[in-house]
C-alpha cells in the first residue's frame, strides 16, 4: 500500500527562474511599447480674431503656436466676436481669442492660457486688457528691451475679475 505524502518543496531551478524572467521582460516590454505608441491628444485649436494688419497680433499668435497651441485666424471680427463671447469691452484689447470653451482677450502669455486649460477655473476666460509693453507680441525689438508691468486677469462670467497671474 502506498501513501501519498507531501514532498517538501523543490527551491526553484535556474531555468525556471530564467523563464519567469524572460515572460515577465517580455511582459513589461509590450507594456512600454503600447504606451508609447499612444499619441497625445492634440490641444484645442484657439481661434483668433483680429485687425488684418496688426502686428503685434501676429507676433502674439506666433508665441502661442511656439508653445504648442494650434490656432485659425480671422483677419476681421475682433470686435464683434469680443461682443459675442461676452468678454466687456473695458478688458479689451487688439485681438480676441477662443480656446477649450474659455475667451482669451489681448496678449495673454501662452504658460497662463495651458494654466487655464490645465487647472479649468469656473470663468469666462482671462485677459490682459490694454497692449503692455513687454508682454508677448509687444516684447519685439521695436520696444527696446522695455517692459511695463500688467496683470492677466481671469474673468468670471458676470465680468468681475481677479487677478489671475502678475507680471512684474
Known amino acids: 500500500m502506498q ?3 507531501p514532498r517538501p518543496e523543490q527551491p526553484p531551478t535556474r531555468r525556471t527562474l530564467l523563464h ?3 515572460a515577465l521582460l517580455v511582459g513589461l516590454l509590450a507594456g ?3 504606451a508609447g505608441s499612444r499619441e497625445a491628444a492634440p ?3 484657439l481661434e ?3 485687425d488684418p494688419d496688426c502686428g503685434c497680433c501676429n507676433d502674439w499668435i506666433r508665441h502661442v503656436e ?3 497651441l494650434r ?3 480671422h483677419d476681421t471680427g475682433n470686435l464683434q466676436a469680443r461682443d459675442r463671447l461676452g468678454m ?3 478688458l479689451g484689447s487688439c485681438h480676441t481669442a477662443q480656446v477649450g470653451g474659455y475667451v482669451i482677450e489681448g496678449h495673454v502669455p501662452a504658460r497662463e492660457i495651458h494654466r487655464l486649460l490645465r487647472e479649468r477655473p469656473k470663468a469666462l476666460g482671462l485677459t490682459v486688457p490694454g497692449m503692455p509693453i513687454g508682454s508677448p507680441g509687444m516684447d519685439g525689438p521695436e520696444y527696446g528691451g522695455r517692459r511695463q508691468p500688467y496683470e492677466v486677469l481671469l474673468v468670471a462670467a458676470d465680468g468681475s475679475t481677479r487677478v489671475y497671474q502678475p507680471y512684474p
Open 48 to 50: 483668433v480674431w483680429k
Open 20 to 22: 519567469a524572467g524572460s
Open 88 to 90: 466687456p469691452r473695458r
Open 3 to 5: 501513501r501519498n505524502t
Open 71 to 73: 490656432t485659425r485666424v
Open 32 to 34: 512600454v511599447a503600447r
Open 66 to 68: 511656439a508653445s504648442g
Open 43 to 45: 490641444l484645442p485649436l
